[in-house]
C-alpha cells in the first residue's frame, strides 16, 4: 500500500511512518509547511520516501491521510484526484475545537457545538487521536472512530539527576493561555523549570522570569531532547485545551512522573500512581516541588508511569489500528 502523507506533525507522523507500507511524503522547494519532506531532527525509516510535490502525478496513490482542511485541494491540484471521490481517503483530527472570534460575524459558537469542516461529508472518516476530541467535535454525517496515539518507545532512561522540571511548549508566546504560558511564572517560582521546543528562548524574559528558574532549549533534536528530559525530576504539562501532547507520553516512556493540569484527555492519560492532576495551580506548583525534592519517590512514580504509557500509548497497538483503518477505507 502507498499512503500520501504531508508532514505536519513530527511526532505523530514519526509513529505513523513505522507502519508497513511506503509512506509518500510531499517537498517543495523552500521545505514550507506544505513540503517539508522528511525531517531533520526525527529518525524515519526508508520506506517513507520524499517526493517532489509536482511529480506526485507520476505516483501511484492508494490513500491519502490529511491533517488540514486545505489539503483537500492541494491533493486535488497536485495528483489531478479528489480524496473521498476519486482517492480514498481520511482525515486526521489533531486538535480539540476552537472557539469562532465573536468578531467574525455569526454568533460565537460554543465548542461542544463546534461543527467540523467535513460534518456535511460521508465519504471521508474522520480520526480522532484521542475519545475527547471524539466527544467535543460536532461531525455531523461524517464517520468516526478514535485511533489514539502512538509512540515510538525512547526506552526507560530516567536518570533524574537535576531536581528541576521540564516543560515542552512549542511556541509558548503565540499559544499564550491555551498552552499554559501565563501559569510559567508561578510555577518557576515554586521549582525551577526547564523549557523545550520551538521560539523558547525569549520567554523568561517576556515573562519576567529570573535565568535561574527558567532555562530554555530550543529546537533540539529528539534524541537529544529526551535525554535531556530524562535528568529532569519531573515532567509538567500546563495546557489547559489541548489535544493530548506526545510530549507528555514521550516522558512518560522515559520514566517521569507527571504533574498536569486536570484537563482535556490528560485524565485519562495520567492515572494516580504515575502522577498528580488538579485544576488547582498552586496544588500542581506544590506537587512538582515535592517531586523535584524527592528523587526516589519521582523514580517510583516514573516507572509506574512508563508501564502505564508503553501498554496503552506502544507503537504496536497504534500500527496495528492504523493498518485495520487503511486496509477499511481503500476495500
Not at 508497513?20 to 526525527?42: I, K, N
Not at 483537500?72 to 472570534?101: F, I, S
Not at 460534518?119 to 468516526?144: E, K, Q
Not at 523568561?204 to 525530576?233: C, F, K, N, V
Request: hydrophobic content about 40%; aromatic content about 8%; overall charge neutral.
Amino acid at each position: 500500500m502507498r499512503v500520501l502523507l504531508w508532514h505536519v506533525h513530527g511526532s505523530w507522523a514519526t509513529s505513523f511512518v513505522h507502519g508497513p507500507y511506503t509512506t509518500l511524503v510531499p517537498a517543495v522547494p523552500d521545505r514550507g509547511p506544505d513540503g517539508r519532506g522528511r525531517p531533520e531532527t526525527f529518525v524515519w525509516p526508508d520506506r517513507a520516501v520524499e517526493v517532489p510535490h509536482d511529480r506526485l502525478r507520476e505516483e501511484h496513490v492508494d490513500v491519502v491521510v490529511l491533517q488540514r482542511p486545505h489539503e483537500l485541494e492541494l491533493c486535488e491540484r497536485w495528483l489531478g484526484r479528489r480524496p473521498g471521490r476519486d482517492l480514498p481517503a481520511v482525515y486526521v483530527e489533531h486538535d480539540t475545537p476552537r472557539r469562532t472570534p465573536a468578531d467574525a460575524g455569526p454568533p460565537e459558537e460554543v465548542v461542544p457545538d463546534s461543527r467540523h469542516f467535513l460534518h456535511d461529508r460521508s465519504d471521508i472518516p474522520v480520526v480522532h487521536v484521542t475519545h475527547f476530541n471524539r466527544l467535543f467535535w460536532n461531525c455531523g454525517r461524517a464517520p468516526t472512530t478514535v485511533i489514539e496515539h502512538g509512540v515510538v518507545d525512547p526506552g526507560y532512561r530516567f536518570r533524574g539527576d537535576w531536581p528541576r522540571a521540564a516543560v515542552v511548549i512549542n511556541d509558548p508566546l503565540r499559544r499564550g493561555r491555551v498552552a499554559g504560558t501565563d501559569l510559567l511564572p508561578g510555577l518557576a517560582a515554586a521549582v525551577p523549570l526547564d523549557l523545550f521546543g520551538m521560539n523558547v528562548r525569549d520567554v523568561p524574559r517576556r515573562l519576567g522570569i529570573s535565568p535561574e528558574s527558567l532555562w530554555t532549549y530550543e529546537d533540539l533534536p529528539q534524541a537529544r531532547m529526551h535525554a535531556e528530559i530524562a535528568r529532569r525530576r519531573v515532567y509538567l504539562h500546563p495546557y489547559r485545551w489541548t489535544s493530548l501532547g506526545l510530549a507528555l507520553i514521550e516522558a512518560m516512556m522515559l520514566g517521569l512522573p507527571v504533574v498536569a493540569l486536570a484537563t482535556t484527555e490528560a485524565v485519562e492519560a495520567v492515572p494516580p500512581e504515575a502522577g498528580v492532576l488538579s485544576t488547582r495551580v498552586g496544588a500542581l506548583a506544590e506537587a512538582a516541588r515535592a517531586l523535584a525534592a524527592d528523587g526516589p519517590r519521582a523514580r517510583r512514580m516514573g516507572k509506574e508511569a512508563r508501564a502505564f504509557a508503553v501498554d496503552r500509548y506502544g507503537l504496536p497497538r497504534f500500527l496495528r489500528d492504523w493498518r485495520h483503518m487503511l486496509t477499511e477505507v481503500t476495500r
